[in-house]
């Protein structure tokens, strides 16, 4: 079972993630986390969260900010808002750590994606900048389209139509969204109810 104090790590995008709040613990939907990034860390690709608002706190070092047409350098101390549907992505922009608290809103199936992701880092199933090859990368998406999507790559309906085709070869191929060992590794229970790609074939 997962616990507040849980520490989770990608080796390939340098974060390494402290889990400070469960939704579990306040019997609510949000989740904290404190995210150490190494110098040159950064999360895997730009990404929108289509349900989930998200809102980041520096803590120590240079956070660099990509929120929607917008670049920064986040300021340490202040509070930044990335509502649902925003295209963002962070990095870190110094020569030290960077330390930042980010808050997830609804979190109901956010730990289970990055669960999965960095899973796939571990095992050396990523490339250099952490996203893993096609054939996953198709199933990844179809399972945590509610969760997350990336932004490059093809146009959302090209994505789709691919998606319809490949997404069957590649399970049968062995390839899945979400790994039990990955939920187990990381002490979280399998979803009780079937997943998005398995209620929606």
Request: aromatic share 6%; charged share 20%; proline share 7%.
């Amino acid at each position: 079972m997962m616990r507040a104090g849980d520490i989770h790590e990608n080796p390939v995008t340098g974060e390494r993630i402290t889990v400070i709040e469960l939704p579990s613990d306040t019997n609510g939907r949000r989740l904290i986390v404190e995210g150490v990034v190494r110098p040159g860390g950064a999360v895997a690709g730009a990404h929108v969260h289509p349900n989930i608002d998200e809102i980041f706190t520096v803590l120590r070092g240079r956070v660099g900010m990509r929120l929607g047409d917008q670049r920064l350098i986040a300021p340490l101390g202040e509070a930044i808002h990335c509502p649902a549907g925003t295209v963002h992505d962070w990095w870190n922009a110094g020569d030290e750590d960077a330390l930042l608290r980010v808050e997830i809103t609804p979190a109901d199936r956010f730990l289970e994606m990055v669960t999965n992701l960095f899973g796939l880092a571990q095992d050396g199933k990523t490339n250099k900048k952490g996203m893993p090859n096609f054939l996953q990368l198709v199933v990844f998406a179809q399972e945590f389209r509610d969760v997350l999507t990336f932004v490059e790559g093809p146009p959302p309906a090209v994505m789709k139509a691919v998606t319809f085709v490949v997404a069957p070869i590649a399970r049968l191929l062995g390839y899945r969204g979400s790994y039990p060992k990955y939920l187990e590794r990381a002490g979280l229970r399998a979803p009780a109810t079937p997943s998005l790609s398995a209620a929606r074939g």
